[in-house]
């Protein structure tokens, strides 16, 4: 068993990094096909993901070491389910429409979310570099 010298601080952000990526995804598809007709736009709840990582222990994943285990139901590590958007349907009926502005703005705030996860992360391994190269002197 490893030691985790952060505290699940490590797993929780490579936990929402995956999950902002699959977001910014999710958008730009969004994006790209918003005046497709019937096309219907995705989103996923990275918020709603991480708390139930967080309730479900920290983060923490069942490791399989044969083939004929069964794996952990919504495991912390699982994929996140990506949910239709709004039910608001285009004036001639055609499938959902994708406000151009909001998902401009779910894109950027997406993005500074992801970074600050980085930057979290960055952190906790600068203070680790730091720490070893204390050690030596």
């Known amino acids: 068993m490893g030691i985790d010298i952060f505290g699940g601080v490590i797993g929780t ?11 910014h995804g999710a958008i730009l598809s969004n994006l790209a096909n918003m005046d497709n007709p019937n096309y219907k736009g995705f989103d996923i709840m990275v918020e709603e993901e991480m708390q139930k990582s967080l309730n479900r222990g920290g983060g923490l994943t069942l490791d399989t070491t044969n083939k004929g285990h069964i794996g952990l139901k919504g495991q912390a590590g699982a994929p996140a389910v990506a949910i239709p ?6 004036g001639d009926g055609r ?18 979310m992801y970074t600050a996860s980085a930057q979290i992360i960055s952190r906790k391994f600068e203070a680790l570099k730091q720490a070893i190269q204390d050690g030596r002197s």
Do not use: H, T
């Open 13 to 23: 952000m490579e936990r929402a990094l995956n999950l902002r990526a699959a977001k």
């Open 85 to 90: 958007q709004s039910e608001q349907v285009f």
């Open 95 to 112: 499938g959902k429409a994708i406000d151009r502005d909001k998902a401009m703005v779910d894109l950027a705030r997406n993005a500074v």
